[in-house]
């Protein structure tokens, strides 16, 4: 399916015409590559977003209209506001039907339901990568790479040389490079806490009967009995002291 954008050209230049651009609906952007000179253009914010959403507006040949002419480009880069859902800048490079381009392809993960790792084995199926960086003719240009999960088992990884690329299509990995892509793994258990064993609980013998703790808990009251006396006598003994003080010197005036 082709991709058409429509953008115009931009007169003018600087921050603050760019700022009265975004403010009246409008993004402005830049078109270059090829043989010619770039162009300074804008689109519609609108169009331009929702197109944005598209994964496909990402991985294809787009068909860019500007000024009664139309070129094909490719969505090189674009910048959002911080928190608003708002497009600041966006960039597009022509291409040339004759001369290799390099692309940031999607992959899609398929049959991830039937593998033995999940279907037998309850594994579940982490994705690694999500994009494969690729090169080809524009014509070539696929719009996503599928990965086969099909045969995955659980430990089992795919690799990016084992995915099987469209004609045209090579990968742009070094000699030595060879990322994982997806594996299948077992998910995290959460172990209970197993509950006390008949080790762990105290044998009859040492628990204390009635009987045998009568006689401590006594033991224990006369002896609190005993401190609270000590300390009323003490008690009385400062408050005869204090009394007698004052009745001494009564007797010196």
């Known amino acids: 399916m082709k991709i058409e954008i429509s ?9 603050g015409a760019s700022r009265r651009l975004r403010r009246s609906g409008r ?3 830049i078109v270059y590559g090829g043989e010619r000179d770039a162009v300074n253009i804008e689109f519609d914010h609108k169009e331009l977003y929702r197109n944005l959403t598209n994964e496909k507006f990402h991985a294809s040949i787009l068909t860019l209209k500007l000024d009664g002419g139309a070129e094909q480009v490719l969505l090189r880069a674009f910048n959002m506001h911080p928190f608003k859902a708002q497009v600041q ?12 381009i390099h ?13 033995p790792g999940v279907k037998d084995q309850a594994g579940v199926v982490s994705h690694v990568l999500n994009e494969l960086d690729i090169t080809c ?12 999960l099909a045969n995955l088992s659980v430990g089992k990884s795919i690799h990016a040389r084992d995915l099987v690329l469209p004609k045209g299509v090579e990968s742009t990995l070094h000699k030595a490079e060879n990322p994982v892509v997806a594996t299948c793994i077992l998910p995290a258990l959460i172990v209970e806490e197993e509950p006390a064993t008949a080790e762990a609980v105290p044998a009859a013998a040492d628990v204390p009967t ?5 006689p401590e808990k006594a033991e224990d009251a006369a002896a609190g009995d005993k401190a609270k006396a000590g300390d009323k006598a003490k008690a009385g003994d400062k408050g005869a002291d204090k009394a007698a003080d004052k009745a001494d010197k009564k007797e010196k005036k």
């Open 89 to 100: 800048h966006v960039d597009f490079q022509r291409v040339s039907k004759d001369k290799k």
């Open 137 to 148: 003719l524009p014509d070539d240009l696929p719009e996503f790479i599928e990965v086969d």
């Open 7 to 15: 953008a115009t050209q931009r007169k003018v230049q600087g921050t």
């Open 210 to 214: 009635t009987a045998q703790a009568a």
């Open 27 to 29: 993004v402005p952007g």
């Open 103 to 115: 692309m940031a392809v999607p992959l899609h993960f398929v049959n991830a339901e039937k593998s």
